[in-house]
């Protein structure tokens, strides 16, 4: 199923050459029908308490076709100006500004779906430092990792343990620490019962075996054969193909789930019909964790208020993990526990790369770029 990388780092760490341009996917025009080109851009300078990285890989994440399209109801790439998305990034450190303590050229380094946070508000100081006033995001308000050379600040910089090659790590940055992020907040328990709505997509697949890895019992809910045989590989206890028209998904859940439901129902699909189910699948006292995002104006997450009332239910939404997500994210993968499903792309190959994953034409599977 995964492709295994043809090129790590390893053999490039030592070649610390800076070129004066670069090789950047950039948005030329943005809407229903963005247009991304490769282009020659110039390298960036790193400030005194920056990194310049030298990326090796990055994630095509369905959050740049939003951005690209600009179909949320946020704060749009144009309104900043921004050229090049992307904010899952792996490479390596090939200079530094002046200030810079405790890196060194030649060290790995990760980019993340925010560029940079205050480390200075109660947000940050509560672990929810992606939630920042001042968090910069990565590919949406300062150009991102579609592009080969990237300043990071340094103090928001992942470390990628040497055991995690970048085609690992990169997905991690953004789907992997999401997903982590969102099982933590849940605050559930190993042993208890967890639905994931799309569990063969990009970010659903590594919930599936981010929630093994912390002991809960996956059901995972997605369309096809395919995605069946994936899912089960990765640990899902029990597949419900909401595709298959003889299929009732909520029975199936509530079936799987000692006829009680189950404890958490994670939405990573975007659909409105994952939102409106995932209250019927739940147990006395669940909790319904919004992740995928719809375009805007689509779709209702919740259910009529005597659901919250009769069964103590509750709802939430989780953004993007921070720099502790990111980091246990990492620490998984080093142990063998996480390994993400990819395909790989040349960065030339960047726009195919993007459009494959609009039409979802990979099903199921994360896209990569290597740049
Ligand atoms: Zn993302
Ligand atoms: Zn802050």
């Known amino acids: 199923m995964s492709t295994k990388p043809t090129s790590g780092v390893s053999s490039d760490v030592n070649d610390i050459s800076i070129p004066s341009t670069c090789k950047a996917g950039c948005v030329e025009s943005f809407g229903p029908d963005f247009q991304l080109v490769v282009k020659q851009v110039a390298v960036p300078e790193p400030g005194p308490d920056d990194l310049l990285l030298r990326l090796n890989a990055t994630g095509v994440c369905y959050s740049d076709l939003h951005y690209m399209l600009e179909d949320l109801p946020m704060p749009k790439m144009s309104d900043f100006g921004t050229r090049s998305p992307g904010h899952e990034g792996a490479g390596v450190v090939v200079k530094m500004g002046s200030g810079v303590k405790g890196w060194k050229i030649g060290d790995r380094a990760g980019v993340k779906p925010m560029m940079e946070v205050c480390l200075n508000?109660?947000?940050?100081?509560?672990?929810?430092?992606?939630?920042?006033?001042?968090?910069?995001?990565?590919?949406?308000?300062?150009n991102g990792t579609y592009q080969q050379y990237?300043?990071?600040p340094a103090r928001y910089t992942s470390r990628i343990p040497d055991e995690v090659d970048d085609f690992t790590a990169g997905p991690l940055m953004c789907s992997g620490s999401t997903m982590y992020q969102c099982l933590q907040e849940a605050r559930l328990k190993p042993g208890n019962w967890i639905v994931i709505t799309g569990a063969g997509g990009g970010v659903g697949h590594m919930g599936v075996q981010i929630a093994r890895a912390m002991g809960m019992r996956v059901v995972g809910i997605d369309g096809g054969e395919a995605k069946r045989t994936l899912c089960m590989q990765l640990g899902c206890e029990s597949f419900v193909d909401f595709a298959d028209p003889t299929t009732n998904v909520v029975d199936e859940v509530l079936k799987t789930t000692d006829g009680e439901g189950a404890h958490g129902v994670f939405v990573t699909a975007g659909s409105p019909s994952a939102y409106q189910s995932a209250p019927k699948m739940l147990r006395i006292g669940g909790k319904i964790i919004c992740i995928g995002l719809p375009p805007a104006g689509s779709t209702i997450a919740g259910a009529d208020p005597a659901e919250f009332v009769l069964r103590n239910i509750s709802i939430t939404g989780s953004m993007v993990g921070g720099m502790l997500a990111t980091q246990r994210c990492l620490e998984l993968a080093q142990r063998g526990l996480v390994k993400p499903i990819y395909e790989k792309f040349s960065i030339d190959q960047l726009p195919e790369a993007v459009n494959k994953l609009r039409r979802g034409q990979i099903a199921g599977r994360k896209r990569y770029s290597r740049t």
Do not use: F, N, P
């Open 150 to 152: 990237l300043v990071s």
């Open 121 to 142: 508000c109660e947000r940050c100081w509560d672990r929810k430092e992606t939630y920042c006033s001042k968090a910069v995001s990565t590919g949406l308000m300062v």
